[in-house]
């Protein structure tokens, strides 16, 4: 249609009409300027306050690696009572923890995906695919503490012990 216009001007010898920009009023642009400039402030006492808390975290750390060392840092002997501090058992139990909840994670969340996308009915699907939307969205710190208060007594039960693998 507007190829049609253009032809239609270049035959009759005017130059093509050019599109005018809308313009805002006044008040308009001070509001729109003042919401930028609003933005702009969070943004920038967003980044002020991460580089804060970095400054403080580091400058209250610093006297652990002036009184114990580097090396006595990064050792594996953890024993708080006697002064020493090493992180690597610390890391490497981490590790292991987040291995395990992969090797047993993985492999069940795949599972059900296949299973729902795959094999289950409309109607299984419908039933369970509510139930692993809610729970994904629960946090995991209340499956810790449902594991802590649920699952360790029935482990130490288990055991005869604390429910702790020594």
């Given at each position: 249609?507007?190829?049609?216009?253009?032809?239609?001007?270049?035959?009759?010898?005017?130059?093509?009409?050019?599109?005018?920009?809308?313009?805002?009023?006044?008040?308009?642009?001070?509001?729109e300027?003042?919401?930028?400039?609003?933005?702009?402030?969070?943004?920038?006492?967003?980044?002020?306050?991460?580089?804060?808390?970095?400054?403080?975290?580091?400058?209250?750390?610093?006297?652990?690696?002036?009184?114990?060392?580097?090396?006595?840092?990064?050792?594996?002997?953890?024993?708080?009572?006697?002064?020493?501090?090493?992180i690597?058992?610390?890391?490497?139990?981490?590790?292991?923890?987040?291995?395990?909840?992969?090797?047993?994670?993985v492999?069940?969340?795949?599972?059900?995906?296949?299973?729902?996308?795959?094999i289950?009915?409309?109607?299984?699907?419908?039933?369970?695919?509510?139930?692993?939307?809610?729970?994904?969205?629960?946090?995991?710190?209340?499956?810790?503490?449902?594991?802590?208060?649920?699952?360790?007594?029935?482990?130490?039960?288990?055991?005869?012990?604390?429910?702790?693998?020594?």
């Open positions: 249609m507007e190829a049609q216009e253009n032809s239609q001007t270049e035959q009759n010898g005017q130059a093509p009409k050019k599109r005018e920009l809308a313009l805002v009023s006044r008040s308009t642009y001070i509001k300027k003042a919401l930028q400039w609003i933005f702009f402030a969070c943004a920038f006492l967003a980044v002020v306050t991460v580089i804060l808390i970095f400054v403080f975290t580091t400058y209250s750390a610093l006297p652990v690696f002036t009184d114990i060392g580097l090396a006595d840092f990064f050792s594996f002997t953890w024993a708080p009572s006697e002064g020493r501090y090493g690597v058992s610390l890391l490497a139990g981490s590790g292991l923890v987040t291995v395990g909840a992969l090797a047993m994670g492999p069940l969340g795949v599972g059900t995906a296949v299973y729902l996308v795959e289950a009915s409309k109607r299984v699907r419908k039933l369970i695919s509510p139930a692993v939307d809610l729970l994904a969205g629960i946090p995991s710190i209340i499956y810790g503490f449902f594991g802590m208060i649920i699952i360790r007594p029935f482990i130490a039960q288990l055991t005869g012990g604390l429910g702790l693998v020594r």
